[in-house]
């Protein structure tokens, strides 16, 4: 076999592993897996696709910093906020928030002015904003080896665009899922209210919050007190029909009930 036909095989084998990663990062991105399990095996995979040095992904917290959810061999520098070092990447972080394009970052660069955004590290690094329909959410990052061709260089920027719109479809589900669970939510309270204002009966009217209270909270067991002048007496007790009230555990409710 020929030089030329076994590096037509290696080229065609590798193409077919980061085909296969690709898949992966795809059936990733349609499930229901909690953040940091998600990130990291994401992550873990676009590295091997790229036979990258390391990666980082950023989030933006509700009060607009930036977090490091995932990072595999990121540079010491970058992790101490304090640092000149970790400022000017955090600001070449947030200039590809702001204009949500993706893009490359030489090793060693940034403007003259001492607040410009850069790279302070010696790797190229590849920067892609993990967005959903309404806003930037984050940026993938890449910290690939500097010595590649400018047409390798554009090849992982294509890469990590594709994945970061894989991750941004994960973003949208995941929010969509917590809304569809407030909106349960909200529904569950909207019927625990109107059960319990089905009758004017004390008795029945505890009893109804304490059996469907306990279901809309989650807990083992939920009691209900009254208050009668100065002193609280335990009405009801979900999934008990009647109480006896000179019991221990009725008695000692009623005490901490007085107490809070």
């Not at 807990?219 to 208050?227: F, M």
């Not at 009230?245 to 901490?256: A, D, E, G, M, Q």
Request: charged fraction near 25%; proline fraction near 3%; hydrophobic fraction near 35%.
């Amino acid at each position: 076999m020929s030089q030329g036909q076994v590096d037509a095989a290696t080229i065609e084998q590798t193409k077919q592993q980061i085909r296969g990663l690709v898949q992966q990062i795809a059936q990733l991105s349609r499930s229901d897996m909690d953040a940091e399990q998600f990130y990291a095996e994401v992550l873990q995979k676009i590295v091997t696709a790229l036979a990258a040095v390391g990666g980082a992904v950023w989030t933006i917290t509700p009060d607009k910093r930036l977090k490091l959810d995932y990072q595999i061999n990121i540079e010491r520098g970058l992790l101490d906020t304090e640092t000149e070092e970790s400022q000017q990447h955090l600001r070449l972080l947030q200039s590809v928030i702001r204009s949500g394009e993706a893009t490359l970052a030489a090793p060693n660069s940034g403007g003259a002015d001492p607040d410009s955004p850069g790279n302070p590290t010696n790797a190229l690094l590849v920067l892609a904003p993990m967005q959903t329909d309404d806003s930037v959410e984050g940026v993938l990052e890449v910290f690939q080896r500097p010595d590649s061709q400018p047409q390798s260089q554009q090849g992982y920027l294509r890469f990590l665009v594709q994945m970061s719109q894989l991750v941004g479809d994960w973003l949208k589900s995941r929010k969509l899922r917590k809304f569809t669970d407030r909106q349960s939510l909200w529904a569950q309270i909207d019927r625990f209210a109107k059960e319990a204002h089905n009758s004017l009966d004390l008795k029945e009217t505890t009893y109804t919050i304490a059996n469907e209270g306990r279901r809309l909270i989650g807990c083992d067991r939920l009691s209900v007190t009254v208050k009668h002048g100065v002193k609280h007496k335990v009405e009801a007790v979900s999934g008990q029909d009647t109480l006896d009230t000179r019991s221990n555990v009725v008695v000692l409710l009623r005490k901490l009930t007085d107490r809070v």
